[in-house]
């Protein structure tokens, strides 16, 4: 047994319980050893749900644009893969949030982050660009699969309802807030306002 063995393992447990029913005991029961066995190879649970990040997070095609790749349709694109990622896995969004990206992301983080300056931005605002399409991503899947696991599914009236008439105009034009459209909408809205903070040439 080694890391790699006990990531893949924990990864299969994650899809069959969540988060929530993730723990070392029943992880150790899954690979037939002892509870103990697991300390051999992570120092603690936080370091097992760190790896297990960073292996959700490898399956995503990071790096900076393909060449002749506008910058704003290379974000789009990430921002998508990011959201295929997160969903590949049940509770992928809350696996990832707030977990220690370590070296190799860290430096496949630097190289987008240079082609971004090489096109025009500032390295900050190339770093505020990605995380802030980072956030709206991992947020967005999360509410999506925090829906998909919700035994009662809140109901969305159908039809008009004089308490709240533009939010029923809203969903009779856009559809479900959490729909793929809104998705788009919103990833729009967030490369209009990267694309307005753009630093100007002199």
Known sequence: MDRTTIVGAALELLNEVGLDGLTTRRLAAKL??????LYWHFRNKQELVDEMARTVQAGQNLGPPQDGEPWRDWLARRA?????????Y???????????AGPEIAIAFDRELA????????????????TALGAFVTGFVMEEQARET???????????????????AAIAEGGSPDAPAAFEDGLTLLLDGIEAGKPVPE
């Open 90 to 100: 049940r509770d992928g969004a809350r696996l990832v949030a707030g977990t220690s």
């Open 150 to 168: 919700r035994t009662e599914q809140p109901d969305i009236p159908a039809g008009s309802a004089p308490e709240t008439p533009t939010l029923m």
């Open 32 to 37: 037939d050893v002892r509870s103990p066995a």
């Open 115 to 130: 082609s971004m300056v090489r096109q025009g931005f500032t390295p900050v605002r190339a770093m505020r660009a990605i």
């Open 80 to 88: 998508r893969e990011r959201r295929r990622v997160l969903m590949s």
